[in-house]
């Protein structure tokens, strides 16, 4: 069975500074997607990015990215310029690599206040 | 493209009663996925569909739970009874799969109170 791990519960980080969400996980798996989804307040799940173990260069979206050392098995987010709108619960997420789909497995979230 | 849709996005009830919340998932989606967040336990499978069939059913609580599929656009999960402990919110998401990242998109969630 596979685990996601986040090991903060709760962060802040100023208006325009930047922040580092941390997400480990464990797995025998070889084979496997990982995600950051952001919740806001209003519940919705949204995803922000995702990497594909099998490729070694970290995604990126705009002010998104990862940091993925998958010997380390860890999945770093780091959000630059933090923005108010960026304030919400973050989860890591694991997915195994299949032929057809399977379930996320999430961590139980960082909560990231981003003060003015 | 209207999203997932769940009804209702809230539900009120009294220990005992039946429960049943509903999803749509997005047209052309070939699987869906039950999914329930508590502060406890955070974000958790219940049960997932592929081409309507259920695959794992494993993280069903109890035999209280249960959840169909009978097509390709709409699915239900009833609690009966409903316990105080089932409060939480109730995901449902879909996805296609086909080669890719099989991104999984989510409806707004029920939030289930029972009293």
């Known amino acids: 069975a596979q685990t996601v791990t986040q090991s903060q519960p709760e962060m802040s980080v100023q208006e325009a500074e930047t922040v580092t969400l941390s997400c480990t996980y464990d797995?025998?798996?070889?084979?496997?997607?990982l995600f950051w989804y952001k919740q806001p307040p209003s519940r919705q799940m949204i995803l922000v990015i995702r990497?594909?173990?099998?490729?070694?260069q970290n995604a990126t979206e705009n002010r998104f990215s990862v940091n993925f050392q998958k010997a380390a098995k860890s999945f770093s987010l780091k959000i630059s310029d933090s923005q108010l709108g960026d304030t919400a619960m973050y989860f890591c997420?694991?997915?195994?690599?299949?032929?057809?789909?399977?379930?996320?497995?999430f961590g139980k979230g960082t909560r990231l206040s981003v003060i003015a | 493209d209207a999203g997932v849709i769940q009804s209702p996005r809230h539900e009120v009830t009294e220990m005992g009663q039946e429960v049943t919340l509903r999803c749509k998932p997005i047209?052309?989606?070939?699987?869906l996925f039950w999914y329930r967040q508590t502060m406890m336990r955070g974000l958790e499978l219940l049960i997932y569909?592929?081409?309507?069939?259920?695959?794992?059913d494993s993280g069903m609580p109890e035999d209280r739970f249960s959840a169909k599929m009978p097509n390709a656009s709409f699915s239900t999960l009833k609690i009966q009874p409903s316990e105080p402990r089932d409060s939480a919110v109730y995901f449902c998401?879909?996805?296609?799969f086909g080669g890719g990242v099989n991104e999984q998109f989510f409806g707004p969630g029920t939030r289930l109170t029972v009293l």
């Open positions: 998401a879909s996805s296609l």
């Open positions: 797995t025998s798996e070889s084979n496997y997607y």
């Open positions: 990497q594909e173990a099998y490729k070694q």
């Open positions: 997420a694991f997915m195994k690599r299949s032929s057809g789909n399977t379930p996320l497995v």
């Open positions: 047209s052309g989606h070939n699987s």
């Open positions: 569909f592929n081409n309507n069939v259920p695959i794992d």
